[in-house]
């Protein structure tokens, strides 16, 4: 039984620890961890006049769940620099409307480090902040964590990755 198009001797699925973030252009270092892009559509209820007593469902809106990004604390302010377009405290803490909204490219690799899978996420920004982690000097194995959650306007699959060729 064939289960992959290019690499016919390939059995297993993708593992999801090789992956990477870009934003502005460039790849934000660090990111260990990426919450699931999950989409949502509403189911709308309705009657047919016919019918009174069943009812039909329709597809209603859709909404986009928020996107968690995580990495280990370092010197590197991309995520503190965004946050800080949402909310400042400069005049009246109001938001940076030029550039707060970025969009966000996540790729998938392949334990080759080729892209198996890209995906575009649009008008992202940040809506929630963790510049810290709970800080506990008896916890000798934990690694600070800085934190971002993202609001955002969807996102879709990038169509013209192809599965790469594997030797």
């Not at 920004?125 to 600070?144: C, F, K």
Request: charged share 25%; with cysteine.
């Amino acid at each position: 039984m064939v289960e992959f198009a290019v690499n016919t001797y390939r059995f297993d699925p993708y593992k999801n620890f090789k992956f990477r973030v870009q934003l502005d252009g460039r790849y934000v270092p660090g990111v260990s961890r990426i919450s699931p892009l999950i989409r949502q559509t509403a189911p709308l209820a309705w009657r047919s006049g016919g019918a009174p007593n069943l009812d039909s469902l329709s597809p209603g809106k859709t909404s986009f769940a928020p996107i968690t990004l995580e990495r280990g604390l370092t010197h590197d302010p991309t995520f503190e620099d965004w946050a800080d377009k949402a909310f400042n405290l400069d005049g009246d803490a109001g938001a940076s409307l030029k550039d707060f909204r970025k969009d966000m490219i996540i790729e998938l690799m392949n334990l080759n480090g080729q892209i198996v899978h890209r995906y575009f996420v649009y008008r992202c920004w940040v809506s929630e902040y963790q510049a810290l982690p709970e800080l506990d000097a008896n916890d000798d194995a934990s690694i600070a964590i800085e934190r971002i959650v993202l609001q955002h306007g969807g996102w879709t699959r990038d169509k013209d990755v192809k599965e790469p060729q594997e030797g």
